[in-house]
């Protein structure tokens, strides 16, 4: 509980788990928590981007290092939990950030079903599993902080992609964060998720001006109020105040981060 604002923000001490905090909005974050004081730990699945990342966090301070594992795999997230608390001692937040986006048209007349199951067992089962693991840990501590890393998709269709799939995972996301914030708060482990919208990652400015994509982003920035995309230090920004004792009387709560995408929908 603070008393005032001169530390409230700050992260020292603090160890932080981040899964895809390797590349875009995981990497905005990783270095919003590094420049807050925090050390970070990564779980990826590509240690060479990781160990790039690693490095313009060591500017900052702290203890960065980076953990191969697959969130989809039940004994990697098991073993990527354990090793971290191992190293640092502790884990103070979880952040689930590591996700896909794979577009899947459920009208198309096939028995590959793959696009559903992949996206789900990623944005969804991936979360589930890092939760699990880790909020046992976060028990053992009597205390912790969870963020998901969800999206305004859980709320809209986002159009003009067909991305069922992503929306019903990102969708149970938000609900996951609040039963599990519910549930959790007896053990002091706060569950808060981060819808965010478009944002400049290689998913929205690596989409391709041709064929079936051609248009997509001029009409996704036409759809956005402030005129831009976001950017991935922004939901780091985000991420660090919910890490943070300043946010300890939030739980449950979903951020959207999308620069008005929302308020025509």
Known sequence: MIESLEHAFSLKEKVVLITGGNKGIGKGISLAMAQSGASVAIMCRNQASAAKTIEELEQFGGVHRAYEGDVTKQEDAKRVVAKVAEDYGRIDVLVNNAGIATPFDPMEDTDDLSGWYRVLDVDLNGTFLMCHYAGLKMKEQKGGRIINITSNSSRIVNIPQKSCSYNAAKAAGDRLTKCLAYEWAQY????????PGYTETNLVTGVKDEGETKG??????????????GKPIEIGAAAVYLASEAAEQVTGAVLTIDGGYMLAR
């Open 188 to 195: 002091g482990i706060r569950v808060n998720a981060i819808a």
């Open 216 to 229: 997509w982003t001029d009409y996704w920035l036409s759809c956005t109020p402030t005129g831009r995309f």
